[in-house]
């Protein structure tokens, strides 16, 4: 079994300013990550995933995130955010080989850009 | 998103009445998914399938059924739709990958249902 913390559900940011959101995940064996983004009235776009080799993933729109396998964390950072990064995040989480490769996802963070 | 699409986009309907929500591959991938998306609590699966006709509960499966008869398509039957069906339906697919790089899932443009 798995399960996925994002431990803010509201970030609110000022334009230029950096931003991060926090996730924690829990599973009994290894994992696969990903952050999507949802914009207002859309589907889920995939931001950056982790799979194996370096901890750091970088991803599109100048976002990335650290994987910590011993605070089994993945956040997600971007140093200067835009009035169009307003948007609901997820963070997910994917046991390796496990039955299905379900993917379990965190509650969401919302992100409120301000000028 | 390219290779999966979701029908209907939009649908009312009334407690009680049965409700079917398709969704459609074109990438041939064994894996397929429905999950609802609520307000505070991110995508929660529904139903998945591995294979043709070969599927699985997930975490919130009551009261919905699904059947994949062939491998471009998974349907997800409300029998008996309730008010607490209300909600955003999304298709996934993921495909067995021999290369850990293109390992991944794809997501639809989702179905957003109202029970009345």
């Known amino acids: 079994a798995q399960s996925v913390t994002q431990l803010d559900s509201q970030v609110p940011v000022f334009e230029e300013a950096p931003v991060e959101l926090r996730c924690n995940y829990s599973?009994?064996?290894?994992?696969?990550l990903f952050w999507y983004v949802q914009y207002p009235n859309q589907g889920l776009q995939l931001l950056l995933k982790?799979?194996?080799?370096?901890?750091l993933v970088k991803g599109i729109n100048g976002f990335e995130a650290e994987f910590n396998k011993s605070q089994t964390s993945f956040h997600l950072r971007k140093p200067s955010v835009h009035i169009s990064d307003t948007a609901e995040y997820f963070c997910?989480?994917?046991?390796?080989?496990?039955?299905?490769?379900?993917?379990?996802f965190g509650g969401g963070t919302r992100v409120l850009v301000k000028p | 998103d390219a290779g999966i699409t979701q029908s209907p986009r939009h649908k009312v309907t009334e407690t009680g009445t049965p409700v079917t929500l398709r969704c459609h591959q074109t990438?041939?991938?064994?894996?397929m998914y429905w999950y609802r998306q609520d307000p505070g609590h991110g995508l929660r699966l529904i139903h998945y399938?591995?294979?043709?006709?070969?599927?699985d509960k997930g975490e919130v499966s009551d009261g919905y059924s699904v059947s994949r008869s062939k491998t471009e398509d998974f349907l997800l039957t409300l029998e008996s739709a309730t008010s607490s069906q209300t909600s955003v339906y999304f298709c996934?697919?993921?495909?067995?990958?021999?290369?850990?790089?293109?390992?991944?899932?794809?997501f639809g443009s989702g179905t957003r249902l109202t029970v009345v």
């Open positions: 990438e041939n991938h064994r894996y």
């Open positions: 996934a697919i993921r495909g067995d990958s021999a290369t850990i790089a293109n390992y991944g899932y794809t």
């Open positions: 399938s591995y294979g043709v006709k070969d599927t």
């Open positions: 599973s009994s064996v290894s994992v696969y």
């Open positions: 997910a989480v994917s046991g390796v080989k496990a039955a299905g490769n379900k993917l379990t």
């Open positions: 982790y799979l194996s080799g370096s901890t």
